[in-house]
């Protein structure tokens, strides 16, 4: 194990509520906790990657938030999952292209329904201020080879927030592109931070190894996880967190495969009680 798991047994059975107490000590075997992951926010009841989507997520009693995190032209970090603004927002445009103003006034809401008219592209840092304590922050560095030095401006704005501290289970840091998992892990050392991938020519013993020299997760698309594939990961100390979670039969499938986390748009498939 490399950061964050480690110890998390006994942290998890100071969190438990009475009635997880209650069925820990019914059950004979193992008690496990699968933290749920509101993708892009709470995003099947609003719109991506938005305030409102993030505060429903935390009404929702998520575990953790996830937000893709990109850069505008004059250098400011933003809550944007495309590269463009055209299919969440009334604007046209490369994300890169565009400067925090022209960004901040587009709407981003609307999309999703006229109810959400007004909604604004976040900043990275409103996203850490607003929600820290309240909820995990799972961050995914989208794109960030369009970005060169993104790594450094997440971990400067984690530093000077006290949020890159050993133990805090609460920030993880994750992308695609896995050039940049291994720097952030350089700057970052006590973050825990994740490899995100759809492929199956990642999950080769000898791919799961190399992972395993500088990731704690290893978070796949839900299409290619076996019970053998969660065993392999879980044997080389790395979590593994699936995505895209949006039927009740896809957490349900999740759920059996034993993963310790799921990425749904809708965080009551996965815990119905919340
Ligand atoms: O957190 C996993 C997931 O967000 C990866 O895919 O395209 O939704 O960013 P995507
Ligand atoms: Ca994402």
Redesign the pocket.
């Known amino acids: 194990m490399k950061k964050s798991l480690a110890g998390a047994g006994i942290a998890l059975s100071l969190m438990l509520s009475p009635f997880q107490q209650a069925f820990a000590s019914e059950s004979v075997g193992e008690l496990r906790k699968i933290d749920n992951?509101a993708?892009?926010g709470a995003s099947g009841y609003a719109p991506e990657n938005t305030i409102a989507a993030f505060d429903k997520a935390v009404d929702m009693k998520a575990d953790y938030i996830?937000i893709?995190v990109q850069r505008s032209k004059d250098g400011k970090l933003v809550i944007i999952?495309d590269t463009t603004v055209d299919r969440t927002t009334n604007g046209t445009g490369a994300v890169k292209d565009l400067t925090l103003e022209q960004l901040r006034s587009l709407d981003a809401g609307s999309f999703k329904g006229p109810e959400f008219t007004g909604e604004k592209i976040p900043t990275f840092e409103e996203v850490l201020d607003r929600y820290r304590g309240k909820a995990g922050i799972?961050i995914?560095l989208?794109a960030p080879e369009k970005y060169p030095g993104i790594e450094e401006e997440v971990a400067h704005l984690l530093k000077v927030r006290n949020l890159d501290k050993p133990r805090n289970n609460k920030i993880i840091i994750?992308s695609?592109n896995f050039d940049s998992v291994k720097k952030t892990n350089q700057l970052l050392p006590n973050v825990p931070v994740g490899v995100?991938t759809?492929s199956r020519t990642h999950t080769t013993d000898q791919a799961l190894k190399e992972f395993a020299t500088y990731a704690d997760y290893f978070?796949p698309?839900y299409g290619i996880v076996t019970k053998e594939l969660v065993d392999k990961v879980h044997g080389l100390g790395m979590g593994i967190?699936s995505?895209?979670v949006r039927t009740p039969e896809a957490a349900q499938f999740l759920i059996d495969m034993k993963v310790d986390a799921i990425?749904t748009d809708y965080p009551d498939y996965v815990d119905p009680r919340k």
């Open positions: 992951v993708h892009r996830e893709d999952h799972l995914e989208k994750q695609f995100l759809s978070n698309s967190s995505w895209t990425i």
